[in-house]
């Protein structure tokens, strides 16, 4: 198993930034076998979205057309650690945000954290 622990939400103006971080622990073993990390977000009424994704290999990125050129998700792999820099944030973004780590060449997101609350006013 693996635990996920997010960390750095906040509440910010429209404009400002805020940066996530997620720390994973849990066996050696499964932490191996995971292949993708990931943000994730939810806002009232909402459905989940994916944010941004990179892989714990090569380290290709993908993001949201919604966040493009604003976020940037990386990872340190020897600290198990996942981050999502956000900068020029607006109230559209404001969601609960969730790390979230996959296995499999299917990409099952397998383990999730219990999220961090971004609030952004106008």
């Known amino acids: 198993q693996v635990q996920l622990v997010e960390s750095g939400g906040g509440s910010v103006q429209a404009g400002g930034s805020l940066r996530l971080s997620c720390t994973g622990s849990?066996?050696?073993?499964?932490?191996?076998?995971?292949?993708?990390m990931g943000w994730f977000r939810q806002a009232p009424g909402k459905e989940r979205e994916e944010v941004a994704t990179?892989?714990?290999?090569?380290?290709?990125?993908n993001y949201a057309d919604s966040v493009k050129g604003r976020f940037t998700i990386s990872r340190i792999n020897a600290k198990n650690t996942l981050y999502l820099q956000m900068n020029s944030l607006k109230p559209e973004d404001t969601a609960m945000y969730y790390c979230?780590?996959?296995?499999?060449?299917?990409?099952?997101?397998?383990?999730w954290g219990q999220g961090t609350q971004v609030t952004v006013s106008s």
């Open positions: 849990g066996s050696t073993y499964s932490i191996y076998y995971i292949n993708y």
């Open positions: 979230a780590a996959a296995t499999g060449v299917s990409r099952i997101w397998r383990y």
């Open positions: 990179i892989s714990t290999g090569a380290g290709s990125t």
